[in-house]
T-cell receptor, first 109, second 115 residues
Framework: AQRVTQPEKLLSVFKGAPVELKCNYSYSGSPELFWYVQYSRQRLQLLLRHISRESIKGFTADLNKGETSFHLKKPFAQEEDSAMYYCALSPTGFQKLVFGTGTRLLVSP | NAGVTQTPKFQVLKTGQSMTLQCAQDMNHEYMSWYRQDPGMGLRLIHYSVGAGITDQGEVPNGYNVSRSTTEDFPLRLLSAAPSQTSVYFC??????????????FGQGTRLTVV
């Protein structure tokens, strides 16, 4: 069975502090992994795909197959990063997503 | 392009009533899906479609029907609403890149309350 675990419901940091949102997955194959973000009153949107290995808005995420993790990191948090973040997995060959329960990031001034 | 459009944005139903949530996309994406978002549970897949005329069940399909007669539209029907179906519903569309999922584009959501 496929499962995505985000252990933190809420992560509260001060502006300028480093941020790490944890994501662990369970899947027997090689999944596609994503981070989606939902800002207040906006629709869910893609932040990162593991396969593209990009840095978006200062965020990076590295796939660690040994630890089955895909943690999202940013060295210096900004207030505008406050949002709900979802880690998601797409099973190989399927056009569907399995989501974690989400982590709300709150960045205070 | 409007992207993915969902209607209505808000709806209140009485237990036992039926209704259809509409979803349309103008990006010519093959794949469309419906998710429900509940507090503490993230988004869960209800039904999805890999093309016109082809649908399949997701994780929580009971109480919902779908059909895909055109590439653009993917309505979700609640047959007999129950309070457990109170949720925020999201429609999404996507395309594949070399057989892999690329990016899912989401609608703005429909907030449904069943009383």
């Amino acid at each position: 069975a496929q499962r995505v675990t985000q252990p933190e419901k809420l992560l509260s940091v001060f502006k300028g502090a480093p941020v790490e949102l944890k994501c662990n997955y369970s899947y027997s194959g090689s999944p596609e992994l994503f981070w989606y973000v939902q800002y207040s009153r906006q629709r869910l949107q893609l932040l990162l795909r593991h396969i593209s290995r990009e840095s978006i808005k200062g965020f990076t995420a590295d796939l660690n197959k040994g630890e089955t993790s895909f943690h999202l990191k940013k060295p210096f948090a900004q207030e505008e990063d406050s949002a709900m973040y979802y880690c998601a997995l797409s099973p190989t060959g399927f056009q569907k997503l399995v989501f974690g329960t989400g982590t709300r990031l709150l960045v205070s001034p | 392009n409007a992207g993915v459009t969902q209607t209505p944005k808000f709806q209140v139903l009485k237990t036992g009533q039926s209704m259809t949530l509409q979803c349309a996309q103008d990006m010519n994406h093959e794949y469309m899906s419906w998710y429900r978002q509940d507090p503490g549970m993230g988004l869960r897949l209800i039904h999805y479609s890999v093309g016109a005329g082809i649908t399949d069940q997701g994780e929580v399909p009971n109480g919902y029907n779908v059909s895909r007669s055109t590439t653009e539209d993917f309505p979700l029907r609640l047959l007999s609403a129950a309070p457990s179906q109170t949720s925020v519903y999201f429609c999404a569309s996507s395309y594949s890149g070399e057989g892999r999922m690329t990016e899912a584009f989401f609608g703005q959501g429909t907030r449904l309350t069943v009383v």
